[in-house]
């Protein structure tokens, strides 16, 4: 399992916009969907301190330059990181409200359109 803390030390705001912008196509709406979601989430107040936690450790992972499959590898690249969004959304689902999804796919829509 993801060591929460080890991944939450690389996350950041100002990261976080600037891996998704510089890698958004090829990464892929399948990768950023999750990430945005949970992006939203973890800004919203209501959100609990160990949803956040979650959150904030997974995107952690997805910035971080150094994961179990570097980015930079065709294809499966992004195959680890995708697993990583996946678990942590599920977790953390109870908290995905439906502004963070429209957030997430209004966002999607201005870079995918």
């Known amino acids: 399992m993801m060591s929460e803390d080890k991944f939450s030390s690389a996350y950041s705001d100002s990261s976080f916009w600037e891996k998704v912008k510089g890698y958004a196509k090829v990464a892929g709406e ?3 969907e999750p990430a945005l979601k949970m992006y939203y989430a973890a800004l ?5 301190a160990w949803a956040k936690a979650t959150i904030i450790g997974a995107l952690g992972y997805f910035i971080s330059p150094v994961d179990a499959i570097p980015d930079i590898v ?3 690249g992004y195959s680890d990181d ?3 969004l996946a678990a942590a959304l ?3 689902a109870a908290h995905i409200k439906d502004e ?11 870079w995918f359109s």
Request: without cysteine; hydrophobic residues 45%.
């Open 30 to 32: 399948g990768v950023l």
């Open 44 to 48: 919203d107040a209501n959100t609990p």
């Open 74 to 76: 065709p294809v499966v």
């Open 82 to 84: 995708l697993g990583v």
């Open 90 to 92: 599920a977790a953390t």
């Open 100 to 110: 963070h999804v429209k957030k997430a796919k209004e966002t999607l829509a201005q």
